[in-house]
């Protein structure tokens, strides 16, 4: 049989949680991957690049800092220096900050705005411009965005459901070029931003939490980007415009 065609992705916020496992997932489809990583991250992409080298994968690693648009430029161009073209932008950047509406300033409105909506557009921008036949977009939206209500969290929550409409645009305005947009809404996933105390659960309010959900624990990185991979799939080929809620039955029971 013919080798399936390597196919290049961008991928925002790779550097940790589900952008990282996206990275590894890809390797094993036969996606070539550039991960873009923030110069003040705690973590280090150079674990990214080492897990999708295990995996038979081929990763490279660019500041791209998505709260402005040079980062998702840098982004898109690497993947067309380094492998000659684009087809899958995944972006899964983000930030969760705790702000109940009378400590909600504008500066943390905007900042969120800026990475977790803004961002996201940046990111399909610069990656649109680059992708020449078929392509993927996939935003990384959230249950606090999509189908749940999260207190403390209005501006986190408004961003995540900017995206969903923002993909949804672009799924009308890209499909005659032959590009998908597609949605993941990922529920409680232990990733660094769920195990942030102050921010989010924390360990221990994520272990209580995982015993509500139908599934009984809380999901894996792993868990949505699978989701991610066959969303950004050819064999996804007639699926664009649309969510897919990955959280163990969380928002259905
Ligand atoms: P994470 O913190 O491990 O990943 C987020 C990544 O984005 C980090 O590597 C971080 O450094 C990077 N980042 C932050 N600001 C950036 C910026 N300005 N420019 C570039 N990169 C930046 O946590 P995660 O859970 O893997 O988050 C990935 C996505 O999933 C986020 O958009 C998050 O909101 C979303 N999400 C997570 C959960 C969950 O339960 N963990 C649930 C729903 C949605």
Redesign the pocket.
Known sequence: TEPAQRRVAVI??????????TAVAFAAAGVDTVI???S????DPGRTVAAVAAAGGRCVAVE????GSA?PERLAQAAVDTYGGLDIAV??????RRAPLADLSDAAWEGML???LT?VMRTFRSAAARMTGPGALLA?????GGVYGWGDHAH?AAA?AGVLGLVRSLAVELAPRGIRANSV??????????L?EHN?LGPEGLRAAGAAIPAGR??R?EE?AAAIRFLCAPEASYITGQELIVDGGLTVR
């Not at 003040?40 to 973590?43: I, L, Q, T, V």
């Not at 791209?64 to 709260?67: I, K, L, T």
């Open positions: 925002t916020g790779g550097a940790s949680g589900i952008g990282r496992a873009g990583f923030h003040a991250d705690p973590h791209a800092d998505v709260a980062g972006a899964a950047a983000g930030i969760l800026g990475v977790d961002g990384v939206s959230s249950i606090a986190y995540k809404i990922p529920g409680l996933i232990e990733t660094p931003q769920s942030d989010s809380v999901g990185p949505v």
